[in-house]
């Protein structure tokens, strides 16, 4: 049975953050990512791209998840693509959310 979320300590935090580092080394050159470390989930690493899908598509590649294992959806009423994969890195589920505006030929903002 898992800890309640109140009685965690740091060390809780110890595995994301260890794969935070080797992402750090190994992946330096890609581009940065929003990144969350919480306590409700501290097995938990995510990823998240605000500014288009190509930083989430460079991250995807380099951590090998494969294109079918990507799920696409829309949300804010239709005029926001969003990109959800997720992959085992070290040890730890490392999540990548990608977001980007539905181009207005799709249906989105003009």
Do not use: K
């Not at 605000?50 to 829309?74: I, K, M, S």
């Not at 949300?75 to 693509?81: C, D, E, I, V």
């Not at 085992?88 to 799709?106: E, F, I, Q």
């Amino acid at each position: 049975m898992s800890t309640p979320a109140e009685n965690l300590t740091l060390d809780a935090l110890a595995a994301p953050l260890r794969v935070l580092r080797l992402l750090a080394c190994d992946f330096g050159h890609l581009p940065v990512p929003d990144i969350d470390l919480n306590r409700i989930f501290p097995e938990r690493l995510t990823l998240r791209f605000h500014e288009g899908l190509h930083a989430f598509e460079a991250w995807r590649a380099a951590l090998a998840v494969p294109p079918e294992h990507v799920t696409h959806r829309v949300q804010g009423n239709g005029m926001t693509r969003v990109l959800t994969a997720s992959t085992d890195y070290a040890g730890t589920d490392v999540h990548l959310y990608g977001y980007s505006d539905v181009p207005a030929a799709d249906g989105g903002a003009a």
